[in-house]
T-cell receptor, first 117, second 112 residues
Framework: GAGVSQSPRYKVAKRGQDVALRCDPI?????LFWYQQALGQGPEFLTY????????KSGLPSDRFFAERPEGSVSTLKIQRTQQEDSAVYLCASSLSRGLFGTDTQYFGPGTRLTVL | GQQLNQSPQSMFIQEGEDVSMNCTSS?????WLWYKQDPGEGPVLLIALYKAGELTSNGRLTAQFGITRKDSFLNISASIPSDVGIYFC????????????FGKGTRLHILP
């Protein structure tokens, strides 16, 4: 399809395991965003890429969280030594613009639901 | 953490009724956005507002950007079953290092 895709859709991890979540943005979209959505909450910003450059990672909750987008298309969010508080839906969004947040529509993927036991 | 207060948290209405929800903030925003999220999906943008006082419609949806720039509301007229879902407001200050801040959502239920 032409939308943002994410994989896996569901991930169950034991506490302490490392996980990697993948995002395939819409082809040609310059900007890519990762959000964390806890149960019953709105999405919260994690990090932002413009092409392969990570321009803002101020929302990453700890140094266990790492994101990359090496070729400016697919992105991976990695969480090391997962903790129970990491359980959430991780949403990826992409937009066409190079500009400031919100100047172009962000298209969201369906998310990856991470459950840490 | 989030800075937007969205109300009500949930609504139970009959099909055909009109719906109103709002969002307030202690901070001024330059852009207000309204999204809808269906179960197992990501949010989808419904309406974007860029100017204080702006009133914008998208079909049965109408949203307004408050004059103070600290609030916004969304109205849905003549609700139908597919309106069920979670509606999020989001604000943006449009500074270079700023990001979209989401409310906690309003869950809309339609009674059979």
């Amino acid at each position: 399809g032409a939308g943002v895709s994410q994989s896996p859709r569901y991930k169950v991890a034991k506490r302490g395991q490392d996980v990697a979540l993948r995002c395939d943005p819409i082809s040609g979209h310059v900007s890519l965003f990762w959000y964390q959505q806890a149960l019953g909450q709105g999405p919260e910003f994690l990090t932002y890429f413009q092409n392969e450059a990570q321009l803002d990672k101020s929302g990453l909750p700890s140094d266990r969280f790492f994101a990359e987008r090496p070729e400016g298309s697919v992105s991976t969010l990695k969480i090391q030594r997962t903790q129970q508080e990491d359980s959430a839906v991780y949403l990826c969004a992409s937009s066409l613009s190079r500009g400031l947040f919100g100047t172009d529509t962000q298209y969201f993927g369906p998310g990856t639901r991470l459950t840490v036991l | 953490g989030q800075q937007l207060n969205q109300s009500p948290q949930s609504m139970f209405i009959q099909e055909g009724e009109d719906v109103s929800m709002n969002c307030t903030s202690s901070s001024i925003f330059n852009t207000w956005l309204w999204y809808k999220q269906d179960p197992g999906e990501g949010p989808v943008l419904l309406i974007a507002l860029y100017k204080a006082g702006e009133l914008t419609s998208n079909g049965r949806l109408t949203a307004q950007f408050g004059i103070t720039r600290k609030d916004s509301f969304l109205n849905i007229s003549a609700s139908i079953p597919s309106d069920v879902g979670i509606y999020f407001c989001a604000g943006l200050r449009m500074n270079r290092d700023d990001k979209i801040i989401f409310g906690k959502g309003t869950r809309l239920h339609i009674l059979p």
